[in-house]
């Protein structure tokens, strides 16, 4: 049976929040601007403001119009904002029509119709999805991590007499394109920014503001709780101690594998190196008990993907029967198929990078990922030297180097692809 969708309930609004709401009005003194751009922290309420801000902007402005609203992508938009936009607009007495098929939803109010379009910005083809269109407004989500062509395509499009842009994020680095070409020129721009906090959202308890500030480090605290565009420089996972995220004290090891499943995450390479994890997860503390690291270049002798799943099935041969899936980046097909023929369950990784090292820190932070000091030597001496690429960052793109990561990229992708996001927020 289909569950209808809970009723949106209405809080109070801050003062942020009601600018948001109102700046477009004919009595604002920012009602002549052309853009408006909220940022900072995660769950401070720009995203409920936003969007409903922007239809009734759109249905007292408008009639019968074509309208964008922009995610990362479709499915992140509808889950994000077009999922609440609906529970919202209805409460208020709108009507809405959602065309799947087309990614078109009609929004009605009395005798006023507007048409939007819902787009995902999640690369550099996606400036092609809306080429062409005439737009009277663009609303943009997330718009930190959608690439420039995209957004300077759909700002194109809005030709109609009267139009705006309305962007929301969080912050990314210092060089971020978003950051030089609007937040750096809002005079030039003719945009209002206003800037959040989660002391914005009033919806919010105490609790759960504590408890979000306990998900992130690093320089991950400081962009979304802090909301500040600053510099990632350094070693990524400075927040490791040496003590307390290593043991070598064999006696834990029943005890943790008597409560954990295990898992292997993969790193595949052919010249770079290829590597295993053996990973134990015991619902609180993630162990890493082994390493397999081999480098071709290194050795100087290559192996083939059938000489490596000879050697992963040796990996895994102790305890074989508790492994519950080996996680691998999905580009790696050709050993994913030597794997399964040897009857191992694979499972796709999660391979957002970001996100990834993000909650990677959290448990390092927590430290609720322990390493075996003597069984895992070269996972040791990559997270010494995992370090943000500054060439890549200077061109505002923030990515590791990519060399000395590949127990990192494993580490990342169990990370990312089995802990939930509440366990990252647990005490």
Known sequence: MKLKPATFRWKPFSTKQIKVLTWWMPESPHKDKDALIADGSVRAGKTVSMTFSFVVWATHTFVN????????????????????????????????????????????????????????????????????ITLAGMLFDEVALMPRSFVDQAVARCSVEGSKFWFNCNPAGPYHWFKLEWLDQLQKKHALHLHFTMSDNLSLSPQTRERYQRMFTGIFYKRYILGLWVMAEGIIYDMWDDELNTFDDEDLIPGFKSLARRYIAVDYGTSNPMVFLDIWDDGDVCWILNEYYYDGRAKGVQKEDSQYAEDFMAFIEADRDRLQYTIIDPSAASFKVALRNRGVRIKDADNDVEDGIRNVSTMMAKRKLRVHSKNCPNFLKERASYIWDEKARERGVEQPTKQFDHAMDGTRYFVKTIIKPRRLAAA
């Not at 889950?79 to 065309?99: A, C, E, F, T, W």
């Open 65 to 132: 119009e074509q309208l964008g609203m922009a995610g990362k992508t479709i499915g992140s938009l509808r889950r994000n904002v077009v999922g609440p936009l609906k529970r919202m607009l209805q409460s208020r007495g709108y009507r809405v029509h959602d065309d799947r098929t087309q990614n078109v939803l009609t929004i009605s109010l009395g005798l006023v119709s507007n048409h939007f379009f819902l787009f995902g910005g999640k690369d550099e083809r996606s400036q092609d999805l809306i080429a062409g």
